[in-house]
């Protein structure tokens, strides 16, 4: 009985190679014939009990370690070995993950945005933040807010211009960005693009402010200078309007919605309330080269080109009206003998002494040691 089945098992057991050996003889000859290879396959793994039924079968009597193990190495699996989808299986902070598209507008960004949930935790309330510095840098900080709070949502309800305001003073005691209100404020405004506000490298400061608009925004941001806190925005660091669907904002937490704006923190411990330990530096007039080329370390397009600038003054100052105030010195080391100075900004307090000024010194400084000299062997006068 045995002797007789074993014609049969050896059967089985060559058919199906035979058949696909078959098969794929046939598709060289002839590409015609690539149906009947298709069916002749089919039924070869049919015969082994492997069609899509048969799969199904076979996974489900596996018990669940190997079933996933199997799923792991199924070749035909379109997303990687743990089911993410293609391009986020790894992250770079150098290289920012793609759903496949960059930064979309309008009705594809407000379905985008619609996709992604917020985050289901209760949203964390900041700590109240009470500017305390000079009437100087009180003044600039309270315009620069007033001037973020204006331009980037002057149409927005009251609670969208607070949250706004929060956004600034989040960054302020955040150590990836910059000490100052004005700092936050005009972070890369230098750049052609990446400015961290918009207005402050979109050509927006050129057009006069609205006398009731700007009012309106300078009381918002008078309140969150004098310690008010908008819960709803807890942590947030970002925020983006509703029309638009930025690259980085998949990267983020997405908290709430106010207006037309949504708002995110940071993922991770950097996103959490105990991590905003940086503390105001004042100094509002001094914006230095640093903040005006930087970018948010969080969210910055790596791709984006280091600007190449000759070397430039260490500070810049930006004046109250919009102009700096500046006056010239003499200088034997420029052109034409003297340099412009911008008032408030700090320069070296002494230049090299030229060849013939260290000859003079010199001189000097001998002619003084002589005459000390002869003094001390004189006669002592009483």
Not at 20 to 25: E, V
Not at 140 to 164: H, I, S
Not at 261 to 279: D, L, M, S
């Amino acid at each position: 009985m045995a002797l007789a089945a074993f014609p049969r098992r050896l059967a089985a057991r060559l058919l199906p190679p035979l058949v696909l050996l078959a098969a794929g003889l046939a598709g060289c000859a002839d590409r015609s014939a690539a149906g009947e290879t298709a069916r002749l396959t089919r039924l070869a793994r049919e015969a082994h009990g492997l069609s899509d039924a048969g799969l199904a079968r076979i996974a489900a009597d596996m018990d669940g370690a190997a079933r996933a193990l199997a799923r792991r190495h199924d070749p035909a699996r379109k997303t990687d070995y743990w089911g993410r989808p293609r391009g986020w299986e790894t992250f770079h902070l150098a290289d920012f993950p793609s759903l496949g598209f960059g930064t979309t507008f309008d009705d594809t960004a407000r379905r985008i945005n619609a996709l992604t949930p917020y985050a289901p935790e209760p949203v964390q309330p900041m700590r109240p933040f009470v500017l305390k510095t000079d009437a100087g840098d009180r003044a600039r900080a309270l315009k620069c807010l007033t001037q973020a709070v204006y331009f980037e949502a002057g149409n927005e309800p009251a609670e969208g211009q607070e949250a706004v305001a929060q956004i600034v003073l989040n960054r302020v005691r955040h150590p990836a960005y910059p000490n100052t209100v004005c700092g936050v404020v005009y972070q890369g405004a230098s750049l052609p693009t990446g400015c961290q506000f918009s207005f402050t490298c979109d050509g927006s400061l050129a057009r006069a402010p609205g006398a009731a608009g700007w009012a309106r925004a300078q009381v918002v941001a008078k309140r969150a200078l004098d310690g008010f806190v908008l819960g709803a925005v807890g942590p947030a660091t970002h925020y983006h309007a509703d029309y638009v669907a930025p690259y980085w904002a998949p990267t983020l937490v997405k908290l709430t919605r106010i207006g037309d704006h949504i708002f995110y923190r940071w993922t991770g411990p950097g996103g959490e309330a105990a991590a905003f330990t940086g503390r105001y530096t004042g100094r509002e007039a001094h914006l230095t080269l640093a903040v005006l080329d930087g970018t948010d370390p969080r969210t910055a397009d790596p791709s984006a080109p280091t600007p190449v600038r000759p070397p430039p003054e260490r500070t810049v100052t930006l004046g109250t009206g919009g102009e700096a105030r500046a006056y010239t010195v003499a200088d034997p080391t420029a052109p034409d003998g003297v340099r412009t100075r911008v008032a408030g900004v700090l320069h070296a307090s002494r230049r090299a002494p030229t060849p013939d000024e260290v000859r003079q010194i010199n001189a000097a400084l001998a002619n003084f040691e002589a005459k000390a000299d002869a003094g001390a062997a004189g006669p002592v006068k009483p």
